[in-house]
């Protein structure tokens, strides 16, 4: 397993990766990283959890509440992933997931955004092998 210290800076790397505009917006929330999910959700494939309430639900009385808190599981994330590359980019993929519940997003409109950003990766690549194919053959 990947030391804490190293997991916990590919995190803050994806948090700081945010663009500007989110990241102002983002107020009293925590991260942190857990070896596994607890024994009742050991079946199941969790990489990560938000709790807390969502920042569109947040009234004029909102305040004085503990943080709301994102946790990442490091040991599911590190049995899916078979390099240091791997897990930065399940990293990236699980933190956007869970800062995007904090904005209020359902899990069926994340569903939706990482389908399209997955079809987008795999037409770029599609493409740039197209394209060095052409010009392998000129």
Same mark, same amino acid.
């Given at each position: 397993m990947m030391p804490r210290e190293k997991f916990e800076a590919i995190i803050e790397k994806v948090v700081s990766s945010l663009? =500007?505009?989110f990241r102002k917006r983002i107020k009293n929330l925590s991260i942190m990283v857990e070896s596994w999910p607890s024994e009742k959700d050991r079946g199941k494939m969790i990489l990560g959890f938000y709790h807390g309430v969502p920042f569109p639900h947040r009234g004029p009385f909102y305040g004085n509440v503990t943080p709301d808190l994102i946790v +990442? &599981?490091? %040991?599911? +994330?590190? /049995? $899916?992933?078979?390099?240091?590359e791997e897990v930065e980019e399940k990293v990236k993929e699980v933190v956007f997931h869970e800062i %995007?519940? &904090?904005? %209020?997003?359902?899990?069926?409109? $994340?569903? !939706? +955004?990482? =389908? !399209? +950003? =997955? /079809?987008e990766i795999k037409e770029k690549k599609t493409k740039g092998r197209y394209n060095i194919a052409l010009k392998n053959k000129k």
């Amino acid at each position: 397993m990947m030391p804490r210290e190293k997991f916990e800076a590919i995190i803050e790397k994806v948090v700081s990766s945010l663009p =500007r505009a989110f990241r102002k917006r983002i107020k009293n929330l925590s991260i942190m990283v857990e070896s596994w999910p607890s024994e009742k959700d050991r079946g199941k494939m969790i990489l990560g959890f938000y709790h807390g309430v969502p920042f569109p639900h947040r009234g004029p009385f909102y305040g004085n509440v503990t943080p709301d808190l994102i946790v +990442i &599981y490091q %040991g599911p +994330i590190e /049995t $899916l992933c078979h390099s240091e590359e791997e897990v930065e980019e399940k990293v990236k993929e699980v933190v956007f997931h869970e800062i %995007g519940h &904090y904005f %209020g997003l359902s899990e069926a409109k $994340l569903d !939706e +955004i990482e =389908r !399209e +950003i =997955r /079809t987008e990766i795999k037409e770029k690549k599609t493409k740039g092998r197209y394209n060095i194919a052409l010009k392998n053959k000129k």
